[in-house]
């Protein structure tokens, strides 16, 4: 996706040899009117799935998803990484592992907004171990939902995770692969657009 590849060339920063920073238009400030295109580049690249919900995790899945369910004219539910007041019951949950912070957290979502004959498309902002990913599958697992695929802004290819959900069969669309972040450059994985 063009746009957003420029828009990363133009604001992002490689911190460092495996972090991109992003929070210009994605991770802090967003830019609504990119998150629309991105929005509608997912909704083409699911098409035909009969997709019936949207499935990310808070805080920098939302913004993506929004837009994306709102094209695609369905629900988006956000694992939550924090028990809710109000959220008691009926709760599903799953655990990631985080490699940078080294520890295990929990998400969870209610049972009621993830049902048996849901078609789930996944989305998140970054996909680079695939541990969030693979607990949001977990989720839908547990609902007995159907996974229509899992749809990333931002795939760090240099990480596993993009290859381990493709070598499980799950059908990954990453809107910018991120090829390489050595020396403060960064480089896209070469390929076709569509
Ligand atoms: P790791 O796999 O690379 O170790 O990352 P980890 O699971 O610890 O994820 C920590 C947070 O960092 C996640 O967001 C994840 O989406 C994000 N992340 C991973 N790699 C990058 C990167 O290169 N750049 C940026 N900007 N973020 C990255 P989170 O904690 O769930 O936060 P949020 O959703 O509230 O933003
Ligand atoms: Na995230
Ligand atoms: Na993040």
């Known amino acids: 996706m063009d746009i957003l590849k420029d828009k990363i060339l133009s604001e992002g920063t490689a911190l460092s040899e495996s972090v991109l920073k992003v929070d210009n238009f994605l991770n802090h400030q967003i830019d609504p009117q990119l998150m629309h295109e991105i929005g509608a580049e997912f909704k083409k690249r699911f098409e035909g799935k009969g997709v019936t919900k949207i499935l990310t995790l808070e805080s920098s899945g939302i913004a993506p998803s929004v837009m994306a369910g709102l094209l695609m004219d369905v629900p988006v539910v956000f694992a939550r990484k924090r028990q ?3 959220l008691t019951d009926g709760l599903l949950t799953s655990e990631v592992y985080s490699y940078t912070k080294q520890e295990t957290n929990q998400i969870c979502v209610a049972h009621k907004f993830l049902e048996e004959d849901d078609t789930v498309l996944i989305i998140d902002d970054f996909l ?15 609902a007995e939902s159907n996974i229509a695929g899992i749809g990333i802004v931002i795939e760090k290819s240099f990480q596993e995770g993009g290859g381990l959900l ?7 669309e990453s809107l910018a692969r991120i090829a390489n972040l050595a020396e403060g450059k960064i480089e896209f994985v070469q390929e076709r657009e569509n």
Not at 128 to 142: C, F, H, P, R, T
């Open 84 to 86: 809710s007041l109000t």
């Open 128 to 142: 680079a171990n695939g541990k969030a990913a693979e607990a949001l599958i977990d989720l839908a697992e547990q």
């Open 166 to 172: 493709r070598d499980r069969g799950h059908h990954v």
